[in-house]
């Protein structure tokens, strides 16, 4: 065990020996809820579970068939003291949480709840239906119930409720001593999307805040005084609870923060005053020696080596390269030599002895770590085909990650379809010859990385600025820094959980399901068929991916189909170039791609015979189809019994718009 090591976990034992608890505050934070998160989390029944990043509070699609008449709780697994009385102090706290209600019926119902109970052993008996999972018939309005609660009530189940969007305070009763309508603050709760709400406690007023749609702020929609010791105990549990009827919902929270005051025990003071100097001079002690020892050593073992080790196994290594070369071939990555910047770094022209390269450089604060870099590293490197970029090789040294390309002269499609407005350059447009070789160049990789490779690959982030263009402007894939590769041989291989991509490109159903798939590949695709025909940007909106579908080109083209004047889409530059009808079954291959129903979409084996022209285009209704959810799931979706449920819980710092 090395210096380093044993300091960490000295330091580590110090902090969990709580010695510092007289000082500190009592805070979690849970940006998502994975499988080892339950053990921090007490279930009061089995509806309630984690699952697919989140507390299912209520069952999920995924494990029980029965949706009906369920409530359930969940709670933090330590309790957190409210208020003390031998000194009469009043704790505060300010907690943040994420919630995505999901209907399963129309309408979906009951609702969700923050609750701050005395008890975390029993869930109330028949506590569901209107009941919300915060009390039942008999311990209603009873001082017994000790609980208080900020209801977000999605049914209107009795007269005193004012709506079926609303949010109210509650103690030890389900009938509010205040309720205000969301529809107000522009939030509907049963749109099956996120509502952040936080909920502020100082010791004298209780306030709720939710944020409200676009502006991303929060707004108080309930300010009351409340003093918690008049109904709860010194010590309480905090957590969730809801339920379901006659009608359902999934009841899903995403992320949850919390940060209170810790008020402490009766504790000698004195004891306190002694300790916590002794213990922050030692701990600068440690943190010095930590610093001392990473300044003069670059741990080669756990880092360089265990790279190194992952690549060298793999089938098809690429080559190695080391710092100082890839340095001198960009001029110490001289802003100079720059092509661009994607997702995960920056992309530098480099001019090795023997040949020109691009070099990627993956920034430190970017969310590629090592294991994203070794999965980009080894997923291209094994791949070979004519429309992939080439991977040449790989650099780790100094915490530097840097991947080498095969260089591309003519950059990316995205500023030959749209100019480089940055720039003011605009380049020759490309012709519709080149353009439908792009597009078929680009159907074939994405076929060969679907289907002809060993393992199945997902792109996750096709778009006019990850295809490349090489000298004889053929369409080359690039840009692997999200892509996973899945076993052909799995049983659970078409999808991955991890949701990512660009806003514009990424399919409806993403954000309800929660990950990629190959149909979300697909959809992207088929965006990126209509913008280089219409030469248009996609035009998502950002920090509004659910309404993808509802904005941008994909709406834009269905709008001129059903006036039967699709051909009006085309780029101008293009005009002429074509056959009318080759071209009007090109842009219902690309809507086609984009069909609202994973289901109706082509694969890409079909999606390449009707460019190539052995199979018609598929067939598309002319009116827009509305996107339905879950009235259709993807055919990978239902085999995939693992990861599934009919959920957005991805949570919000996963989404790499970009
Ligand atoms: C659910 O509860 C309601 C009201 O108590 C009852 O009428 C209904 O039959 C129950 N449904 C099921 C499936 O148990
Ligand atoms: C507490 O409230 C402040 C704003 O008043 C906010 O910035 C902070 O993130 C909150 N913390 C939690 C855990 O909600
Ligand atoms: C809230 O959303 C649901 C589901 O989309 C919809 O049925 C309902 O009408 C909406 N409510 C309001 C008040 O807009
Ligand atoms: C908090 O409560 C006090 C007294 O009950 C009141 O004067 C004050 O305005 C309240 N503050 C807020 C922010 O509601
Ligand atoms: C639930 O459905 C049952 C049977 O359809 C009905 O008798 C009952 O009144 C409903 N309960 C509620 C709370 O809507």
Redesign the pocket.
């Known amino acids: 065990m090395s210096f380093s090591r044993a300091a960490e976990s000295l330091f580590l034992a110090l902090l969990l020996g709580g010695v510092l608890t007289q000082v500190g505050c009592f805070s979690f934070n849970f940006p998502n809820f994975t499988d080892t998160d339950s053990s921090s989390l007490i279930m009061q029944n089995l509806n309630s579970r984690v699952d697919v990043g989140a507390i299912q509070v209520t069952p999920n699609v995924r494990v029980d068939s029965d949706l ?2 369920k409530s359930g709780r969940a709670f933090y697994s330590k309790q957190f003291r409210l208020w003390r009385k031998s000194k009469d102090v009043q704790a505060s706290f300010n907690t943040t949480f994420v919630l995505n209600i999901v209907p399963q019926t129309i309408p979906g119902a009951e609702g969700m709840a923050f609750i701050l109970a005395a008890d975390a052993t029993t869930l109330p008996q028949s506590s ?2 209107q009941w919300l999972g915060i009390v039942n018939a008999a311990t209603n309005g009873s001082s017994e119930a000790k609980v208080v609660a900020v209801e977000l009530d999605t049914r209107k189940s009795y007269p005193e409720d004012i709506d079926d969007n609303h949010v109210g305070l509650d103690v030890n009763s389900i009938f509010s001593i205040k309720q205000v309508s969301l529809g107000d603050y522009g939030v509907n709760l049963s749109e099956a999307v996120d509502v952040t709400v936080r909920v502020q406690y100082d010791g004298k007023n209780m306030t709720v805040s939710v944020m409200t749609n676009g502006t991303g702020e929060f707004t108080p929609v309930i300010s009351l005084p409340l003093i918690l010791s008049d109904y709860l105990p010194e010590k309480v549990f905090l957590g969730f609870s809801a339920s379901t ?2 009608y359902t919902e999934l009841n899903c929270v995403r992320s949850w923060e919390f940060e209170g005051s810790d008020i402490g025990e009766d504790r000698n003071l004195l004891w306190v005053w002694i300790t916590v100097p002794a213990v922050l001079v030692l701990i600068s002690g440690i943190v010095f020696c930590l610093y001392w020892e990473r300044k003069h050593r670059e741990r080669p073992e756990d880092t360089y080596t265990g790279i190194e080790d992952q690549i060298q196994g793999s089938s098809m290594a690429p080559q190695k390269f080391n710092l100082r070369e890839l340095r001198k071939a960009t001029g110490n990555f001289n802003l100079k030599n720059k092509l661009g910047k994607g997702g995960f770094g920056t992309v530098y022209k480099g001019v090795l002895p023997n040949k020109v390269v691009a070099v990627k450089r993956v920034s430190k604060d970017s969310r590629q770590g090592k294991q994203e870099f070794i999965a980009e590293v080894t997923t291209i490197g094994s791949l070979r085909h004519r429309n992939l970029v080439k991977l040449i090789g790989w650099c780790y040294e100094k915490r530097e990650l840097l991947i080498v390309y095969e260089y591309m002269p003519h950059g990316s499609l995205d500023k030959f379809i749209f100019g480089d407005e940055k720039l003011g350059l605009e380049e020759e447009p490309l012709s519709w010859e080149r353009r439908h070789i792009i597009i078929h160049g680009v159907a074939q990789a994405l076929d060969y990385l679907h289907n002809g490779c060993e393992k199945r690959v997902l792109h996750r982030d096709i778009k006019a600025s990850n295809i490349m263009l090489d000298t004889d402007f053929n369409a080359r894939l690039g840009d692997f820094g999200l892509a996973r590769t899945i076993q052909q041989s799995d049983v659970t291989h078409h999808s991955t959980k991890e949701i990512a991509g660009t806003p514009g490109y990424m399919a409806p159903e993403t954000f309800l399901v929660g990950r990629a798939t190959v149909e979300t590949d697909v959809y992207a695709f088929g965006v990126l068929v209509l913008e280089v025909i219409c030469g248009r940007k996609p035009g998502g909106i950002k920090g509004d991916q659910q309404n993808d579908y509802n904005n941008g080109i994909v709406y834009w083209l269905w709008e001129l189909r059903t006036k039967d004047r699709m051909l009006d889409a085309v780029d101008s530059k293009i005009i002429g170039q074509f056959d009318k009808d080759e071209m009007a079954g090109m842009l219902i291959l690309g809507l086609a791609c984009c069909h609202p129903n994973p289901l109706q979409r082509p694969s890409m084996k079909t999606v390449l015979q009707v460019i190539t022209g052995e199979a018609p285009p598929p067939m598309l209704p002319t009116e827009r189809p509305a996107f339905m959810w879950p009235a259709a799931m993807p055919p990978s979706f239902k085999e995939d019994t693992e990861n599934a449920s009919i959920n957005s819980q991805v949570t919000f710092t996963e989404l790499t718009g970009r």
């Open positions: 009906q008449n569901d239906g009827g006659n």
